[in-house]
């Protein structure tokens, strides 16, 4: 639950963002006619200026114009997509970030205190660390009194748990990659039949009509594409993380076995 409070607040922030820019969006068209108005009044006052000369536009106000033109309806779709898909890439780097363990400091520790205190002090040293690594050392330092076979599997059953929770959720990301470029092309699709709807109602071949259909229907498949790139590149950065920390799970695995081994030994 904890989990998932974290997601639907993340979630909130990026939309209470994104709120702010849908009003910023919905004044966008009184504002352009002002601006228009004025730039019309310096003209007329102005003789010495060329009405030719259009101001330049910030990519900010070209990516709210295009928001505007491409429509409400998948548009939305897919900016719920993004917000979603962010929400849960934010909440997965935020716990694998404090997952990672420095595994050579931890292995030491606990060699240390199997020296100094037993299995009992090991642990403690497990208890005051975090991460997954620190949980399967104490898996397996919690059944070594049953021998070293069974503290292998205890090590090797809770570190399939650990995973498991390294990749929660994951999927949902993968899910927005491939949902976001097919509502962009359902999007494209929709408006292209739109479009030759009002050709064919009108009964002739407009090229200015058939040009702004097209126009808003691709405007749906660019978004999408750009939801799924933006998505992709947390993916492959989370992905990358679980692997790195899964990799230092089993090589932990491998160190403590060997360091029990030479506990029982010298006992």
Not at 133 to 141: K, T
Not at 154 to 159: I, K, P, Q
Not at 194 to 220: C, E, R, S, Y
């Amino acid at each position: 639950m904890k989990k998932l409070f974290s997601i639907l607040a993340i979630a909130s922030l990026v939309f209470a963002g994104t709120s702010n820019m849908k009003a910023s969006i919905q004044t966008l068209p009184t504002s352009l006619q002002l601006l228009t108005n004025a730039a019309t009044v310096t003209f007329v006052q102005d003789e010495g200026t060329s009405g030719d000369e259009a101001p330049e536009r910030t990519f900010h106000q070209e990516l709210k114009t295009r928001f505007i033109e491409g429509g409400p309806g998948f548009m939305g779709i897919v900016l719920l997509c993004l917000i979603l898909g962010l929400a849960i890439a934010i909440e997965r780097i935020i716990f694998l970030n404090l997952s990672t363990t420095n595994t050579t400091k931890l292995a030491n520790n606990i060699e240390d205190a199997l020296k100094s205190g037993g299995i009992e002090a090991a642990k403690e040293v497990c208890r005051n660390t975090k991460g997954p690594v620190a949980s399967i050392y104490y898996q397996g330092l919690d059944r070594a009194d049953e021998g070293i076979d069974v503290a292998e599997k205890a090590v090797v059953a809770y570190g399939g748990v650990q995973m498991g929770q390294l990749e929660k959720n994951v999927s949902w990301i993968s899910l927005f990659i491939a949902l976001a470029p097919m509502l962009g092309f359902m999007g494209t699709v929709i408006g292209m039949i739109i479009a030759f709807d009002k050709i064919q109602a009108a009964g002739d071949m407009n090229p200015a009509l058939v040009a702004g259909g097209i126009k808003v229907a691709l405007l749906t498949t660019v978004f999408g594409l750009i939801v799924a790139i933006i998505l992709q590149i947390f993916y492959n950065y989370i992905i990358a993380k679980i692997d790195s920390i899964v990799n230092s799970m089993e090589d932990a695995s491998i160190t403590l076995i060997d360091m029990l081994f030479d506990y029982q030994n010298k006992k």
